[in-house]
Nanobody, 115 residues
């Protein structure tokens, strides 16, 4: 059974940094795209950053220049370096991975940015 487990969330002051990690277990294949989504209270879940197996990345406009997504294909892990955090970045962050139409989600990690 494929499992994605996030870590690295927490409470940080505005302007600070956090690094989220997501590790996959129960697989012997590599994912195609790996992503980070987030869901703030009362809002829909949104795609924050995506990285393909080839290393191409894209970001939602609100995090461009502040967040960096990376992955370790050998270990099926994905990371999100978050700098210059803002209170509006407060959300539960979810790891997502896709392989040929099959989708996998982590349970999320809470990021709280205080002003």
């Amino acid at each position: 059974q494929v499992q994605l487990v996030e870590s690295g969330g927490g409470l940080v002051q505005a302007g600070g940094s956090l690094r989220l990690s997501c590790a996959a277990s129960g697989i012997i294949f590599s994912f195609n795209a790996m992503d980070w989504y987030r869901q703030a209270p009362g809002k829909q879940r949104e795609l924050v950053a995506r990285i393909t197996s080839g290393g191409s990345t894209n970001y939602v406009d609100s995090v461009k220049g502040r967040f960096t997504i990376s992955r370790d294909n050998a270990n099926n892990s994905v990371y999100l370096q978050m700098n210059s955090l803002k209170p509006e970045d407060t959300a539960v962050y979810y790891c997502h991975a896709e392989r040929y139409g099959s989708h996998y989600w982590g349970k999320g990690t809470l990021v709280t940015v205080s002003s």
